[in-house]
C-alpha cells in the first residue's frame, strides 16, 4: 500500500495583511530568481564562448605563422610562396603582414644579431634566417571593451634557412 504525502504550504495567519500574505506565499520565487539569474548567466555563456574563439583563433595564427616559417625552411626563400603558406594555413582569415623578411644573423651570447659583415664575431658566416608574421582580426560576440580582449591577433615566426 502506497502512501501519499499531503503537499503543505505555509498560510498566513488569519488576520495578517496583504502584504504578510505575499510574502508567505512562495509559489512564484523560482522562476522570480531565475529571471534575475538568467542575465548574468547569458552573459557567463557568452564571456565563454569569446574566450574559447579568442584561444581558438590565437592558435591559429600561430599556426599560419609557423607553416610560412616551415615552407621557408624546406623550400627556401620565396616572399609570394611563403605569404601564400601563411594564407592558406588555417580556415580562418589571417594576413601574412608585413611581409617576410629575410636577414642575415649571427648567434652571439645565445641571441640573434643582425651581422654587419661576412663575418660573425665567432669568426662564423652569418646565417640566413627568415621571420614570417601572421595577423587576424578578432570580433567577439559582445564588446568587451572594459576587459581589454585584443582586436587584432598576431604571430612571429624565426627560421634558418641555411
Known amino acids: 500500500m502506497a502512501i501519499k504525502l499531503a503537499r503543505t504550504r505555509y498560510q498566513a495567519p488569519p488576520g495578517a495583511t496583504v502584504i504578510g500574505r505575499l510574502l508567505s506565499d512562495c509559489g512564484g520565487s523560482p522562476a522570480i530568481e531565475f529571471g534575475l539569474l538568467a542575465p548574468i548567466l547569458v ?23 609557423h607553416a610560412g616559417a616551415d615552407y621557408a625552411m624546406h623550400s627556401g626563400w620565396n616572399s609570394s610562396s611563403i605569404q601564400t603558406a601563411v594564407t592558406s594555413a588555417t580556415p ?37 634566417y627568415v621571420t614570417v608574421s601572421a595577423h587576424a582580426v578578432f570580433t567577439p560576440i559582445i564588446a568587451w571593451s572594459d576587459f581589454g580582449l585584443p582586436s587584432t591577433l598576431s604571430a612571429q615566426a624565426t627560421v634558418r634557412i641555411s
Request: net charge negative; aromatic share 4%.
Open 43 to 65: 552573459v557567463i555563456l557568452f564571456g565563454t564562448i569569446d574566450l574559447g574563439a579568442l584561444t581558438y583563433q590565437s592558435m591559429e595564427v600561430a599556426v599560419a605563422a
Open 92 to 128: 580562418i582569415v589571417v594576413t601574412a603582414s608585413p611581409a617576410p623578411t629575410l636577414t642575415s644573423y649571427c648567434i652571439t651570447g645565445g641571441a640573434l644579431v643582425v651581422a654587419n659583415n661576412s663575418t660573425c664575431p665567432s669568426g662564423q658566416a652569418p646565417g640566413n
